[in-house]
């Protein structure tokens, strides 16, 4: 007589693989969420701190790049402008810098030519822009869009800027 063999039950062997699997599924996506979510505020963190240093790096080259004429600070209706003068063959030019409108402004234009405020190309983001002249030092107190001010300190190499 033969005797059926019996298999033995494999319905836990089969819950636990199962309940393995969605552990596993489950872990993994947190981990990819998770590592989304740093990539995300990593690379926020490292757009507001490139927008903070392309805007010093503008202001800074803008002064260096003309740092042999005259520095000088206007203000025009209640905008503070930083004006550098420069002197080319027998024409005089003026490189204005200023904020309005929530932007950056730089302005280049014939000293014979009157300044217009809503003249000029948009360089980048800024809410506030304050010049300030002592001695060779220049001191520009920058504003962000999004509230953080800091301060640029530039020492005019060779520029006529004594006020």
Not at 65 to 94: C, H, K, M
Not at 121 to 146: A, N, Q, W, Y
Request: aromatic fraction near 8%.
């Amino acid at each position: 007589m033969n005797k059926p063999m019996h298999q033995p039950p494999r319905m836990m062997q089969n819950v636990f693989v199962l309940l393995l699997l969605a552990v596993f599924a489950v872990l993994s996506t947190l981990l990819v969420l998770m590592g989304a979510q740093v990539y995300r505020s990593t690379v926020a963190r490292a757009a507001a701190t490139n927008d903070k240093r392309i805007i010093s790096a503008v202001v800074r080259s803008a002064v260096w790049a003309q740092d042999g004429g005259e520095v000088r600070i206007r203000s025009y209706d209640g905008v503070d402008v930083l004006e550098i003068v420069d002197q080319f063959e027998e024409e005089t030019y003026i490189q204005r810098l200023f904020c309005n409108d929530g932007k950056l402004w730089e302005s280049y234009t014939s000293a014979d030519r009157e300044f217009d405020i809503e003249s000029g190309d948009t360089l980048c983001d800024l809410e506030g822009f304050k010049p300030s002249l002592v001695g060779h030092m220049l001191t520009i107190r920058l504003t962000t869009p999004d509230g953080e001010e800091s301060e640029l300190e530039i020492y005019l190499r060779a520029g006529g800027a004594d006020a």
